[in-house]
């Protein structure tokens, strides 16, 4: 019965940040409808454009907001989860056999990982025990492993990962342009109140406040939209930013990023028509990511490759055309294969 109890204080807990946002945007609604536009306005040309715009701004702000809530997070596949004996296995052995252990599961299930922990072992998490696919991390407010993960906002009581960054940074986008509307299109009248030629009733107070909430909200998402925009830019989460991915060349915090432009792609779409409406249009499953980091363990043809610059013989290779021995790497090179190679050595 207690722990029933506390459950549900801590879920009402969690939703407090949105109870309180979706009331400062009814709030604001009807502050900026009745108060401003039918009570204030006196212009009928005016109030029909203030109105006109206002709209399409609030439905694209509140439905961002709402997808980014409701939509359900991103989950590990159930290839990536040990069986319970392999599991209770990797519990008793010490660091090096667990390294092992991990490194074969991922092997012999064919799992595309390769983030990599420092020691150069898979990433694993203890409670789901689960190999983590790349840019995945344990949410432990979510009590699970999120694809893709950003971070875990309280404001919309979910994860920010693969399934919904979309989403919280069109939320952050159309929550930013709809305080900048409010507070410009309500700025003449808070002036002409503030200087008490508008009159003196309580109705009217809800114009002073719906500008300084505006602005405060204004200033706050300015910064965040900016910096969400930035990591977008580069395609790097939250977490990456400050903590490197490691791969199995090393930690490289640009190891996802493609270009600014794919960046963007990968997870807006490529539909131009959908980039700026609350609907899912991100490229890929969430469980791989096209890399600018080469995975030599992964790539037989780059391993060669490796070794071929590791002995000084790479020109010979590339220049002279010499065919390569089946038992060291593979005669045919595949056309994704040869634009990467083409790509390494510009």
């Known amino acids: 019965m207690a722990p029933s ?6 879920s009402a807990v969690r939703w407090t940040p949105v109870v309180f946002i979706s009331a400062i945007v009814v709030w604001s609604y009807y502050a900026y409808v009745v108060q401003m536009c039918f009570l204030t306005v006196e212009s009928i040309a005016e109030r029909v454009i203030y109105l006109l715009l206002y709209h399409p701004l609030l439905v694209l702000f509140v439905w961002s907001y709402a997808k980014t809530i409701f939509t359900p997070v991103g989950v590990v596949p159930k290839k990536f ?3 319970d004996h392999i599991a209770d296995r990797l519990m008793r052995e010490n660091e090096t056999e667990q390294k092992n252990i991990l ?6 299930s064919n799992l595309p990982v390769q983030n990599r922990t420092h020691s150069g072992a898979p990433r694993y ?5 689960c190999i983590k696919p790349d840019r995945c991390h344990h949410c432990s407010m979510c009590g699970t492993c999120v694809l893709k993960m950003d971070h ?3 404001w919309v009581n979910n994860c920010v990962g693969f399934t919904t960054y979309k989403f919280f940074v069109m939320f952050l986008g159309y929550g930013l342009v709809y305080c900048i509307y409010v507070a410009l299109t ?3 009248y808070f002036i002409s109140f503030w200087s008490g030629g508008v009159g003196s009733n309580m109705g009217k107070f809800h114009v002073l406040f719906l500008f300084f909430v505006a602005v405060m909200f204004a200033i706050s998402l300015v910064s965040l939209f900016g910096y969400h925009c930035y990591l977008t830019a580069k395609n790097r989460s939250t977490l990456e930013s400050f903590r490197s991915p490691i791969f199995q060349s090393g930690p490289d915090k640009n190891g996802f990023s ?13 539909n131009k028509k959908l980039w700026f409406i609350p609907v899912f249009t991100g490229a890929g499953d969430g469980v791989t990511f096209p890399t600018r980091t080469v995975d ?5 043809l780059l391993a060669d490759r490796q070794r071929w610059m590791e002995e000084g013989d790479l020109d010979t290779h590339i220049n002279n055309g010499t065919p390569t021995n089946p038992s060291n790497g593979p005669d045919y090179i595949s056309t994704s294969n040869q634009n990467l190679i083409n790509h390494l050595e510009e």
């Open 103 to 108: 490194i074969e599961f991922a092997r012999n």
């Open 5 to 10: 109890i506390l459950r549900i204080c801590c």
């Open 186 to 188: 309500s700025l003449k």
């Open 81 to 83: 989860f040990l069986p």
């Open 125 to 129: 998490c203890e409670k789901c025990k």
């Open 296 to 300: 030599l363990d992964s790539d037989g």
């Open 152 to 154: 875990h906002c309280p």
């Open 258 to 270: 493609l270009g600014k432009f794919n960046n963007f792609i990968e997870i807006f779409g490529e």
